[in-house]
């Protein structure tokens, strides 16, 4: 079924509205999946706050010009899908990559990151990057670390104190 001129026109419209506000970009190659993994997959791609569509290459690459994700282009070979981060650099790349593992005929082609095109050997360090709740509890925790480490020090002293006068203590009792 052919797409009406005004209908290409709303799906580059889209596709470029979503890659304009998106952390990152990762393609894949679906060929061979069903039709009820690609619903699985379309699900799991909105639960981590993924938008993800197969998109015409040709009408990709209208809808990439002129934003990060441009470098894409020269990948865009055959039937693809693109996952764009709407939340944090890594959702698309986390999704694709569960997803991958258990359905190998989901095939990573490439990924973008802020206008650096990536290999797809570097899913895994895309994916591991840490979300933005873990990322603000971890740096939390480093600024915790030397005011826990003061109220330790602080507490310290007096207890050191006690030790002293109950070892004085002992020592007279004992003589």
């Known amino acids: 079924m052919a797409l009406s001129f005004a209908e290409k026109q709303a799906i580059v419209a889209e596709v470029a509205d979503v890659a304009k506000s998106a952390y990152s970009a990762v393609t894949a190659e679906y060929m061979g999946l069903s039709a009820n993994e690609m619903t699985e ?3 799991k ?3 981590g706050g993924v938008y993800m569509r197969v998109v015409k290459n040709t009408l990709a ?3 990439l010009e002129g934003t990060d994700y441009a470098c894409l282009n020269e990948t865009l070979v055959g039937p693809l899908l693109i996952a764009f981060s709407q939340e944090d650099p890594g959702a698309a790349a986390r999704v694709l990559k569960d997803f991958a593992k258990e359905n190998d005929k989901l095939v990573i082609k490439a990924l973008s990151v ?5 290999p797809a050997s570097e ?3 895309l994916a591991s990057l840490p979300t ?3 990322a603000i509890s971890m740096l939390m925790s480093v600024m915790q670390a030397p005011i826990a480490k003061l109220a330790r020090t602080l507490n310290e002293v ?3 104190l006690v030790r002293t006068v ?3 203590r002992d020592a007279k009792q004992a003589a």
């Open 158 to 160: 007096p207890g050191k």
């Open 166 to 168: 109950a070892a004085v």
């Open 114 to 118: 802020s206008g650096q095109l990536l």
């Open 132 to 134: 933005k709740e873990q």
């Open 123 to 125: 899913l895994d360090r």
């Open 41 to 43: 997959l379309r699900a």
């Open 45 to 47: 791609a909105r639960q």
């Open 61 to 63: 690459k209208r809808a």
